[in-house]
């Protein structure tokens, strides 16, 4: 089962726009972490932040998390046509070992 | 360095056939991840390995579904007997930590007919 809900579930905005993504959760965590996915494949690990974190950032993306609403968001700014992916949350839970667990993610187009 | 690698990268089989899927995790990695990816259920976990053990294979759907790995290295996922719904991508991972970062392969895209 999911641990994570997200939403929007897609996205579309034009170059150079912002887009934002919400991540909520159920279970108390060790980390939330965001991945990006092209054309249904592999996943690349796009940022981490701990539990006891709240903003966290990393070139053109910043991550938020509130532990006390069980949720998260992902920004990227200033987007390019590259960025188009999908994007899921997945969170590690201590108790649950190092496995995670995957949000439905949010499909992100952005128009050149 | 060289990444995770898995094989095949697309596997077509008929229904009640056995199937084995290989993953090449990084080189030093100690710990090993599968996962399904499918239309319906998302991404999900199915087992993992912290060496050659697997102290959690809460994940695996039936017990059609077995994996190993040997020399703690080479991980081979086996479904015995597949059915139409085993059709998705099974993703491999490995990390370097037990906690953190994981790192993914391209995936096995699996269809049964």
């Not at chain 1, 993504?21 to 965590?29: D, E, H, L, Q, R």
């Not at chain 1, 494949?41 to 539990?51: A, E, K, M, Q, T």
């Not at chain 2, 998705?88 to 490995?94: E, G």
């Amino acid at each position: 089962s999911q641990q994570g809900e997200e939403d929007p579930q897609a996205l579309s905005i034009q170059e150079g726009e912002n887009a934002t993504m919400n991540c909520s959760y159920k279970t108390s965590i060790n980390n939330l972490q965001w991945y990006r996915q092209n054309s249904g494949r592999g996943l690349v690990h796009l940022i981490l932040i701990r539990s006891n974190e709240r903003e966290k950032h990393s070139g053109r993306l910043r991550v938020t998390l509130d532990t006390s609403k069980k949720s998260s968001s992902l920004l990227i700014t200033a987007s390019r046509a590259a960025d188009t992916a999908s994007y899921f949350c997945a969170t590690e839970r201590g108790a649950a070992g190092n496995k995670l667990t995957f949000g439905g993610g949010t499909r992100v187009l952005v128009k050149p | 360095g060289a990444g995770v690698s898995q094989s095949p990268s697309n596997k077509v089989t008929e229904k009640g056939k056995d199937v084995e899927l290989r993953c090449d995790p990084i080189s030093g990695h100690t710990a090993l991840y599968w996962y399904r990816q499918s239309l319906g259920q998302g991404l999900e976990f199915l087992i993992y390995f912290q060496g050659n053990s697997a102290p959690d294979k809460s994940g695996l759907p039936s017990d059609r579904f077995s994996a190993e790995r040997t020399g703690g290295s080479v991980s081979t996922l086996t479904i015995q007997r597949t059915q139409q719904e085993d059709s998705a991508v099974y993703l491999c991972a490995s990390s370097f930590y037990t906690s953190g970062e994981q790192y993914f392969g391209p995936g096995t895209r699996l269809t049964v007919t």
